[in-house]
């Protein structure tokens, strides 16, 4: 009972709200340290370009990952493909699974380069893939 009662009395100290304030120096910075995101232009009243808030750079961030995931996903696709195709032997059905295979391939990475190519349009001075 008394261990449960100090537990509890943890877990309400561990999850209570705490109280977040804006960063009143002056310096535009959002007032918290990454790794991955600057947070060096978030008040865009100042004229700031908005290529350098940190909402742009997840964004592009995330375009990036999925440019990654759709090629490792792409390769897989083809190692499938291929082993379909040199196990299957006699059988019609397999070769017929394998180029259905093959072609879907083909038409996911056509279609995402169109997205990506719309992408860059969309997005001013494209995605920049300096890291």
Same mark, same amino acid.
């Given at each position: 009972m008394?261990?449960?009662l100090i537990l509890s009395g943890g877990l309400a100290v561990a999850l209570a709200p705490v109280s977040v +304030?804006?960063?009143e120096d002056g310096n535009n910075n959002c007032g918290v340290d990454t790794a991955i995101i600057s947070c060096s232009g978030v008040n865009n009243n100042d004229g700031a370009d908005i290529q350098e808030t940190a909402l742009w750079y997840v964004i592009t961030l995330g375009i990036k990952i999925l440019v990654g995931l759709v090629g490792v996903a792409a390769l897989a696709g083809v190692v499938y493909?291929?082993?379909? +195709?040199?196990?299957a032997g006699n059988s019609v059905e397999q070769v017929k699974k394998a180029k259905g295979v093959f072609t879907n391939i083909a038409l996911g990475v056509v279609a995402f380069a169109l997205m990506y190519a719309l992408l860059n349009f969309l997005i001013p001075g494209g995605i920049n893939w300096n890291f």
């Open positions: 008394g261990v449960a +304030y804006a960063n493909g291929a082993v379909l +195709y040199t196990t």
